[in-house]
């Protein structure tokens, strides 16, 4: 039997990890040990020191983290629990944060879009099933309808409908997460931006989502990304417009 070689003393030391996070990766395996799902209600910390044999302290900090990082959830009084899978985006902290009539954030979060909608088109474009394909082009279809009816629920359903079939058709659940949730905050903004209304960009809307679409359908990814990146560049200004003359006059 070979013996296992002594390590070097040219190995380069393991790099310094504080305990508390030493401690949070221990507790995100012993919430998958426990099989706990979330909602679900964890041990105390001081359950959590004695089974991870370190102080109340450090176990404190390590909750910390992963609180921060939208793993745990502490509710003063009840106790620890696992958090929903929502990530940070989907915390009440982000939207106690995120302030509609911001413009700043508005930006913010326009910018966030692009990124996740540009790639998603480029990966839907490659990876579109034909009944993804008929989905997104059922939704353009209903803006359109609503468009043409002065029908704004219509209208925005078929929007909501379009960008989260671009996205399911992207084959990626992280990018389908994050862009559910970034147009969840934009419908914050709605209420004091477009709510309501139909016209100002919806007319152009429509023939953005008709180019997006042709895009994808056609196996196109750079062309289905820069058309993406126009249609959130053109709703920006319009969000911009909005926004202005009815919070700032």
Request: charged share 25%.
């Amino acid at each position: 039997m070979d013996e296992i070689p002594a390590p070097s003393k040219t190995d380069p030391p393991a790099p310094y990890r504080p305990g508390y996070e030493l401690v949070a990766e221990q507790v995100l395996k012993l919430i998958a040990e426990l099989r706990l799902r979330p909602g679900d209600r964890m041990p105390t910390e001081n359950e959590l020191a004695t089974r991870l044999g370190t102080s109340r302290t450090v176990v404190r900090e390590a909750i910390k983290i992963l609180s921060a990082l939208g793993r745990v959830r502490a509710q003063k009084g009840r106790g620890l629990y696992v958090a929903d899978d929502e990530g940070m985006l989907g915390s009440a902290r982000w939207s106690g944060y995120f302030l509609p009539t911001d413009l700043d954030h508005v930006y913010m979060l326009f910018e966030f879009r692009r990124v996740q909608e540009t790639t998603a088109s480029r990966l839907a474009a490659t990876r579109a099933t034909p009944v993804e394909l008929r989905a997104i082009e059922a939704a353009a279809e209903t803006c359109r309808e609503g468009h043409l009816t002065g029908q704004a629920t219509l209208f925005d359903r078929g929007d909501e409908d379009f960008h989260l079939g671009i996205a399911t058709a992207s084959h990626n659940q992280f990018l389908l997460a994050a862009v559910r949730e970034a147009r969840r905050l934009q419908r914050q903004s709605s209420t004091i931006g477009l709510h309501g209304t139909v016209g100002g960009h919806a007319a152009e809307a429509i023939e953005e989502h008709a180019a997006i679409y042709a895009a994808i359908r056609d196996g196109d990814p750079e062309a289905a990304a820069e058309a993406a990146a126009v249609h959130l560049d053109n709703t920006l200004e319009d969000y911009r417009r909005e926004i202005q003359r009815r919070v700032f006059g």
